[in-house]
């Protein structure tokens, strides 16, 4: 059974302090893994993607790792603002066989607070 | 550039009254998701369109239906809502693999 975990569950953090949040997965055939940042009753937005080829991908202060060995991928947050409170979700891709669709496991998220 | 549109953000219906949600996309995707999402979990799949090919999950209720009458809209309608469908449900559409969620609707139930 496809699944995905992400630690910790809950974070809080200084303003300006980093962070590292963590997600391990067992998904197959694997496509890619994405971070999303869901804001309060907003909709997921996409932070990064990433295929099994890359290691690391940046986008501003985020910065996500991906180990295809280990199933283990991160995101780490440089220099937090207070704006950065929000959910952090990982996403791990399957291609469904013979067809263009893809299958979506989702983390449950890690939601992260950043305190004045 | 508004992407993926849902209306309306948020929906108040009364137990038992039908009630349908709307989903627009200006990206010309041909796969289109409906998630429910409830408050501190991940979203749940309901269903997908691969164009107009409808994929229903195995524990989708009855109660949930979906149409997408052409390639920019797609529709959610809950036929007889229950205060345990009270939740956010979000559209999602998705071309080579890469999805784009819309903003949400937090739908009510009373």
């Known amino acids: 059974k496809n699944q995905v975990e992400q630690s910790p569950q809950s974070l809080i953090i200084l303003e300006g302090k980093n962070c590292t949040l963590q997600c391990n997965y067992t998904v197959s055939p694997f496509s890619n893994l994405r971070w999303y940042k869901q804001d309060t009753g907003r909709g997921p937005v996409s932070l990064t993607i990433m295929t099994f080829s890359e290691n690391t991908k940046s986008n501003g ?11 283990q991928s991160s995101l780490h947050i440089t220099a937090s603002q207070l704006s950065d409170s929000a959910s952090y979700i990982c996403v791990v891709s399957a291609r469904h066989s013979g067809a263009g669709s893809y299958q979506l496991t989702f983390g449950k998220g890690t939601k992260l607070s950043v305190i004045p | 550039d508004a992407m993926v549109i849902q209306n309306p953000r948020y929906q108040v219906t009364q137990f038992g009254k039908p009630v349908t ?68 449900y979000l559209c999602a559409t998705s071309r080579l693999g890469e999805q784009y969620f819309g903003p949400g609707t937090r739908l009510t139930v009373t």
Not at chain 2, 43 to 57: G, R, S, V
């Open chain 1, 61 to 71: 202060r985020y910065t996500a790792t991906l180990d295809a060995d280990t199933k």
């Open chain 2, 21 to 88: 949600l709307s989903c627009s996309q200006t990206l010309n995707h041909n796969v289109m998701y409906w998630y429910q999402q409830k408050s501190s979990q991940a979203p749940k799949l309901l269903f997908h369109y691969y164009d107009k090919d409808f994929n229903n999950e195995a524990d989708t209720p009855d109660n949930f239906q979906s149409r997408r009458p052409n390639t920019s809209f797609c529709f959610l309608d809950i036929r007889s809502p229950g205060l345990g469908d009270a939740a956010m």
